[in-house]
């Protein structure tokens, strides 16, 4: 294989990899592992780099990239796919909480007021002070689940 067919494969296989991560939730421990052990990874690259800066250069040539300053690059950019896929896994996902807390607030709120003997549905007259109703039920709230 040539050194150029050589590149485009490890390139094809880091959008591979970052389109796998698409698809897969990021919130266990396996995945942490993973993480830490890449980032633990690239401080040792990046140490061995700015120690010794011909070493990148030598394994750019190896993959068939001229420069070590342009393998960075691929790699950075490789880098900078996989956190932008990371996080719009997890904004997905704290979307997807902030809705199921909204929603439990606004029943947990609706029943209090139930119990309290206040009207159900939009308030006759708008009070300044919304989270009042539930300061002043704060004991009957059921506990957050950690």
Do not use: K
């Not at 139930?114 to 002070?129: K, M, N, S, Y």
Request: net charge positive; no cysteine.
């Amino acid at each position: 294989m040539s050194d150029q067919i050589v590149i485009q494969v490890i390139l094809l296989v880091g959008v591979g990899i970052v389109a796998a991560l698409l698809t897969r939730t990021t919130a266990n421990a396996r995945h942490q592992a993973i993480r830490r052990i890449l980032l633990v990874g690239f401080v040792a690259v990046a140490a061995t780099s700015v120690i010794f800066p011909d070493w990148l250069t030598w394994l750019a040539r190896r993959v068939g990239v001229g420069r070590g300053a342009d393998l960075l690059l691929y790699a950075l950019v490789i880098a900078f796919l996989s956190f932008i896929a990371t996080s719009y896994r997890r904004l997905g996902e704290l979307e997807r909480r902030i809705t199921v807390l909204t929603r439990e607030l606004a029943l947990t709120r609706s029943r209090l007021e139930a119990a309290a003997g206040e009207p159900e549905g939009p308030r006759a007259a708008p009070t300044d002070a919304p989270a009042q109703s539930l300061h002043d039920h704060r004991t009957a709230l059921p506990p957050a689940d950690g």
